[in-house]
């Protein structure tokens, strides 16, 4: 098993910028790719943004391409994810996520993709 922690959620006005971080405990060698999704209220669970370890391939949703910016953190089994010019309709809960080899072949926008989720992180951005 995989443990996912999020942190660096918070409420921020439209505009500004917040930075999630993703960090992992128990058998994370395993990880092989990491992402976010979110969810907001009344709506289905969306992804949001992966990459890749080997490659370092990166995907973004279309609301969110060239606003924010998914990494690894320092060769770490962690991801960050930082987000700029953030819109009220950011506003949602963040997921973050990981996936093992045997689901290297299913397309990461996809739940199935994910073998891991994390508890979820808050972002609430204000007009």
């Known amino acids: 098993q995989v443990q996912l922690v999020e942190s660096g959620g918070g409420l921020v006005q439209a505009g500004d910028s917040l930075r999630l971080s993703c960090s992992t405990s128990g058998r994370a060698r395993e990880v092989v790719k990491m992402g976010w999704f979110r969810q907001a209220p009344g709506k289905e669970r969306e992804f949001v943004a992966s990459?890749?370890?080997?490659?370092?391939?990166?995907e973004y949703s279309d609301s969110v391409k060239g606003r924010f910016t998914i990494s690894r953190d320092n060769g770490k089994i962690a991801t960050l994810l930082q987000m700029n010019s953030l819109k009220p309709e950011d506003t949602a809960e963040y997921f973050c996520?990981?996936?093992?080899?045997?689901?290297?072949?299913?397309?990461?926008?996809?739940?199935?993709?994910?073998?891991?989720w994390g508890q979820g992180t808050q972002v609430t951005v204000s007009a």
């Open positions: 996520v990981a996936g093992t080899l045997s689901r290297r072949y299913i397309p990461s926008t996809t739940n199935g993709a994910w073998d891991y």
């Open positions: 990459i890749v370890w080997t490659r370092g391939n990166t």
